[in-house]
């Protein structure tokens, strides 16, 4: 069981390792971002009394890319349809929630990857993480954001035949998740609708430990970013492994 | 002793009625062929021999076990060649064996010995670490025999495996296929539209047509019952002359999207 895990994670590592392409394009959004928000908007957010933009939007520029690759990899398991190897998958003898946990832990090991890329490329451009004691925290943030939105990727995806409804999770699930985050702006004082679709949007938490550990305070708290993300984590890795105990190929 | 027995098999979708009542044994070590027009129901069996998909009604038994019920048991005892491809384009050769036996829990020393002896069956050994997007279509299908055969199946399921090869390849194919049941006993299930073949490897066979077996037996015992000389005319005596509409599937679509999202 744990080598059947094992194997379909090291399947999603050389996958991507492989696809050199795939690792470079997925980092020019959020170079974007950070150049164009962080020394766009910097010097008005910087006379309003924000502090330093880039320090600010960092972590949460990290989180999106951890968010987007994360699902991502959540969604190959439509292509893995396609390309008929899920069926390779699905007639072996090992349990569906062995298969969910494996491509589920590949994945969001390969967006933490992706996450620490972001992370030495936003210090290049002039971040500076604040505590070296709680880079590994920081780390541990990382794997569970990656962990969630792998989760909830591949859960959607293990009911999806086609790449049809690709753009409409683009657009009405990946896109607002980030931007309703406090991803790009402080989550104090923001009006009450901001507040709430944050508080309900779990990628804010994930953006909030970030911040915490790499830059300063936090804004729920270390103990309640947790618990939101693990539960979040939980919660799509028992719907994926049901799903999938339900897929027919 | 059948080692596959199937009894009043049905499967339907919605109104439609893919597979309706099929009953049938196949013996331990035999060749069987699970022969159709296009849409008859052939690899919806399969599927549901498999533990792909569920019946509406009726029994199975694999090698004594239902896959209904104990869809581990079941799923080791078989290999399988899928009709469309399902290697995984960006791993080796070797990886994907490598892969199909960790998942079947093939012990390390066990393993690694095998797919040696697999890949110099196949003649793949010298390709063993090029990545399968490399590879030509008769090249994938001698691998995907390869795999199937990993971990020791009692019984092995070929769903056209030559379709869309020279007959070079093909010919090499059944030989090893023949082979494989004489030498180590494996029973094999095969579809195939080539009743050529059929009829040269087949101990028995089976014709299925609108989800309904419309006749079984050994391939002189068709000719006879049809007063055909060969399987291929019995089959079409069976099977009527019409030519079957075969719908573009949601794969065909996936494969004009994926383009468009420049994967391959």
Redesign the interface.
Known sequence: MLNAIYILWLRQLKRYFRSKSRMIGSLGQPILFLVALGFGLGPIYERAGGGNYVQFIAPGIISMSIMFTAVFSGIEVIWDRQFGFLKETLVAPVPRYAIMLGRTFGGATVATIQGVIVALLAMVAGFRPQSLILLPVALGFMFLIALLFTAMGTAIASRMQDMQAFPLIMNFLVMPLFFLSGALFPLQGATKGIAIAATINPLSYGVDALRGALVNGTHYGFGTDLLVLTLGAAFFLGVGSWLFSKTEA | MPIIEVHDLTKRFGEFTAVDKVSFSVGKGEIFAFLGPNGAGKTTTI?ML?????PTEGSIRMDGADPTAD???V??S?G?V?Q????????TAW?NL???G????VEKKLRRARIDELLKLVELDDRRND?IKTFSGGMKRRLEIA?GLLHHPKIFFLDEPTLGLDPQTRNHIWDYITNLSLKEGITIFFTTHYMQEAERAAHRVAVIDHGKIVAQGTPDELKAQTATSSLEDAFLALTGKGIRAEEAS??D???T??KA?G?K
């Open positions: 599927k498999t533990t792909l998909l569920a869809q581990d048991a799923r080791r078989f399988i899928f469309d491809p399902s290697l995984d384009d960006e791993l990886e490598e892969f199909h960790v998942l079947y829990g990545l795999r949601g794969q679509r996936m494969r999207m994926s999202w994967r």
